[in-house]
């Protein structure tokens, strides 16, 4: 048996030696630490709503929206079980209230989209002001704001939370605070904030009532429709997305959230959408219509048939494809304002 090599012993020597030092050599690991690529831990999965809805329901018979604060279906990335995460910036569950039930007000740090999935009637409130939730919305709660939501709704209301929650945990500035007011007073019609913000204007006198995130907090869906399907039928389609549009802060013209970015898009019946990857991992909700879904490459490649009300992710640097036979409509959000600040968003459209 050779004997270990000298320089060998010494190497290992040094390391048990400075281990009680709190000090690691960089050259054992600085492959992991900056890879050829994005390496992401997290894996492509999908949540059929037919699947994911009896279960919900089952959890309104077990606790009341009050108790549980929010109830709330979390969608964990099956890699990174017991994170609370759908990728490793991002937080995405399932939100439930019954008719006439309350989820009381808080605030916190985070930012909170919320995307309405089935039924009308609920109503979310954002400081001092309520929106009607109706499918196809989407709504804001800015960080540090109070929020609260609401049902006079016949019927279940089920809308998809998406939040920056893993990424400030990161950062170790996450706060919470709960109103000692069960549902906050209102102090201001419905619709305000879009007459202020809403129509290409604003006040002339004003600042950002919610600093960074957009001061419309609620994008009705018959507007963003409207858009996509007057662009199919007189601008060139995207080979890759379809009709695509992001959603903007009318003060700014940039995103509507600092760390999320939130998209709508059409695929026309009969596209058949060439690949492409990006560094921000996306999260899909299926609005209306039928989509053929395809995410990364050989034997790791996944094929998915996806309809209204399903949802998936897309992790970072994962090659995707979309088509659509009879067309579809689908909203997504990602993390890509973070990207794009820190200067490291990368994408690539394959032929």
């Known amino acids: 048996m050779n ?15 400075m281990h009680p030092h709190n000090l690691t050599p960089l050259w054992e690991v600085l492959h992991a630490l900056v890879p050829p690529k994005p390496n992401t831990p997290c894996v492509p999965a999908l949540w059929k709503y037919a699947d994911v809805r009896p ?72 400081d001092g002001e309520r929106t009607t939730m109706r499918p196809g919305d989407f709504i804001i709660t800015p960080s540090w704001t109070w929020h609260d939501h609401g049902s006079q709704a016949d019927g279940p209301v089920v809308w998809l939370d998406g939040l920056d929650i893993p990424m400030i945990r990161f ?36 600042d950002a009532p919610y600093g960074a995130t957009s001061p419309i907090f609620s994008y009705p869906y018959e507007r963003s429709r409207a858009a996509l399907e007057e662009l ?20 700014t013209g940039g995103w509507t959230m600092p760390t999320i970015a939130t998209f709508m898009q059409r695929l026309p019946a009969g596209f058949a959408g060439k690949a492409w990857r990006q560094t921000d991992g996306a999260v899909y909700s299926v609005v209306e219509g039928e989509a053929e879904v395809i995410v990364g490459e ?14 998936f992710v897309v992790p970072s640097w994962h090659t995707a494809r979309l088509s659509s036979g009879r067309g579809c409509v689908l909203f997504s959000f990602s993390d ?16």
Request: proline share 7%.
């Open 298 to 311: 050989g034997d790791g490649q996944q094929r998915w048939r996806v309809g209204p009300r399903d949802h």
């Open 55 to 126: 279960f919900l329901l089952r959890a309104g018979e077990t606790i009341t929206a009050e108790e549980a604060v929010r109830r709330v279906l979390i969608l964990e990335n099956p890699a990174l079980r017991g994170q609370s995460a759908i990728t490793q910036s991002l937080y995405a569950g399932l939100q439930l209230i019954l008719p006439g039930e309350i989820a009381p007000s808080h605030r916190h740090t985070q930012s909170a989209l919320r995307f309405i999935v089935e039924g009308a009637g609920a109503w979310t409130a954002v």
């Open 232 to 251: 199919e039928r007189h601008a060139p389609v995207d080979a890759w997305d379809g009709v695509k549009l992001r959603y903007v802060n009318p003060l």
């Open 3 to 17: 004997a270990p090599h000298p320089m060998a012993q010494a190497r290992q020597q040094l390391y048990g030696d």
């Open 171 to 206: 950062l170790d500035a996450g706060f919470a605070q709960n109103n000692p007011e069960r549902s906050q007073q209102v102090t201001r019609p419905e619709g305000t904030s879009f007459a202020r913000y809403g129509h290409n204007m604003a006040p002339v006198r004003h």
């Open 336 to 351: 890509r304002p973070v990207h794009q600040a820190l200067g490291v968003h990368f994408e690539e459209r394959l032929s």
